[in-house]
């Protein structure tokens, strides 16, 4: 995942990283409102390991049998760039 990357370049979670994340998500045809995204830890250094996550659940109907969402999730991690 680009954005793991991207956090690590910037040293953790900003701004610009969730913005990347919503712009891939619509580019995606996802709708970024409707995904959890978890950047950990807030802020990293140099080498230090980041992981982005994402969850959403989507939702699955057959016609006269059921109902349901299925979660859906993906990490990356990473390295920080950020010599701190």
Same mark, same amino acid.
């Given at each position: =995942?680009?954005?793991?990357? +991207?956090? &690590?370049? !910037?040293? &953790? %979670?900003?701004?610009?990283? #969730?913005?990347?994340?919503? %712009?891939?998500? #619509?580019?995606? &045809?996802?709708? *970024?409102?409707?995904? $959890?995204?978890?950047? =950990? *830890?807030? #802020? !990293? &250094?140099?080498?230090?390991?980041?992981? !982005?996550?994402?969850?959403?659940? +989507? *939702?699955? $109907? @057959?016609?006269?049998?059921?109902?349901? $969402?299925? *979660?859906?999730?993906?990490?990356? @991690?990473? #390295?920080?760039?950020?010599?701190?």
């Amino acid at each position: =995942m680009q954005a793991a990357r +991207y956090a &690590g370049e !910037v040293g &953790g %979670d900003a701004p610009e990283v #969730r913005t990347f994340v919503a %712009d891939e998500l #619509r580019a995606a &045809g996802i709708e *970024p409102d409707r995904v $959890t995204v978890e950047i =950990m *830890p807030a #802020r !990293v &250094g140099w080498r230090e390991p980041i992981r !982005v996550s994402l969850a959403s659940a +989507y *939702p699955v $109907t @057959i016609p006269f049998l059921f109902s349901t $969402t299925l *979660p859906l999730r993906s990490s990356a @991690i990473s #390295r920080g760039e950020v010599n701190r």
